[in-house]
């Protein structure tokens, strides 16, 4: 009886506001404005690990400090409308690819890190405009850092999800799966299915069981944060699910949780590890610049406008 209450009162809060908005649900699946028919469970069955990124195409060691671009909500379907400006992805590479070679941002950069909401309303042609104008774009892209390209690394987002979105994300979105992790020499990469506001019983205990047997310092990545600062509706939604969450986080070593969601900079210390809320790409024309130091087993994240 008390989730039927919390989803009226979401219906009651929050469907007036996609009409007061302009917007339109046939545009996001009238269907599928709280409920998603693939669930949680079936997208997370199991936790992919992907190949270790600590060494170059060569098999020489990778370098010990190396910077990770961060970018969330960027919503291909959805500019010129509410908040959004007109895009300018050309204006970003414009900016990573400025000055001499050896000096510019993208000289320093390994991979990219995507958290999500690539698309809109979850259409085809929104994640091929996603795939087209940045994934291939970063992945002509050669350096020292990265000779083979830079590679884009995604995160499922909640509205890749409306329109049964799922299948044209997975095609177009490396890795093509939605809960994996890979390994640096002194850190592990773990990214999770938030999608749904919830990672479901599967997934958490998955995760956990990973976490738990791995003794490395972690880096979460997931697009509906754990708390930003209690942005309400925008984050997960099960107290309970969340709380052990973020002990589990504190217990197994892990240094950063990053997510994107809110489109907004959002920052909350939990202790032994920190959350930092990535501001929207689209939105606010910003994203994040992680400073990984192997060597020291240090990260830092910085925000920076293009």
């Not at 693939?38 to 992919?48: I, Q």
């Not at 190949?51 to 020489?60: H, L, Q, Y």
């Not at 070679?101 to 996603?130: M, P, Q, T």
């Not at 640096?184 to 019983?201: K, Q, R």
């Amino acid at each position: 009886m008390k989730v039927k209450f919390r989803e009226a009162i979401a219906c009651l809060i929050f469907l007036p506001l996609f009409f007061i908005c302009g917007c339109s649900l046939d545009d996001y699946g009238l269907d599928q404005a709280f409920y998603r028919r693939m669930s949680v469970e079936t997208r997370s069955s199991k936790l992919k690990v992907l190949s270790k990124v600590n060494s170059n195409i060569d098999g020489t060691p990778v370098d010990s400090t190396y910077d990770v671009l961060i970018i969330t909500d960027l919503h291909f379907g959805n500019e010129n409308k509410g908040k959004n400006g007109p895009r300018r992805e050309d204006e970003w590479f414009d900016q990573l690819l400025e000055g001499s070679v050896g000096n510019r941002i993208v000289d320093r950069v390994k991979f990219v890190i995507c958290l999500g909401d690539v698309a809109d309303h979850g259409r085809r042609s929104e994640f091929e405009a996603f795939k087209e104008s940045v994934e291939d774009r970063l992945e002509s892209i050669k350096t020292a850092m990265a000779p083979d390209g830079i590679k884009t690394y995604n995160v499922v987002g909640n509205h890749d999800l409306y329109n049964d979105g799922w299948n044209a994300w997975s095609d177009n979105c490396y890795p093509g799966t939605s809960l994996y992790k890979f390994e640096s020499p002194s850190f592990s990469w773990y990214f999770i299915d938030s999608a749904s506001g919830t990672l479901g019983g599967y997934q958490y205990d998955v995760l956990s069981d990973c976490m738990k047997n791995d003794g490395k310092r972690k880096l979460v990545f997931s697009h509906v944060p754990i708390y930003a600062e209690n942005k309400l509706y925008f984050t997960m939604q099960n107290t309970e699910e969340r709380n052990r969450l973020i002990s589990t986080c504190a217990k197994t070593g892990v240094l950063w949780f990053v997510d994107g969601h809110t489109h907004e900079d959002r920052t909350s210390g939990f202790g032994k590890f920190t959350e930092r809320n990535v501001p929207g790409f689209l939105e606010k024309y910003e994203y994040g610049i992680m400073h990984v130091d192997e060597s020291n087993g240090t990260v830092s994240i910085e925000l920076k406008r293009y």
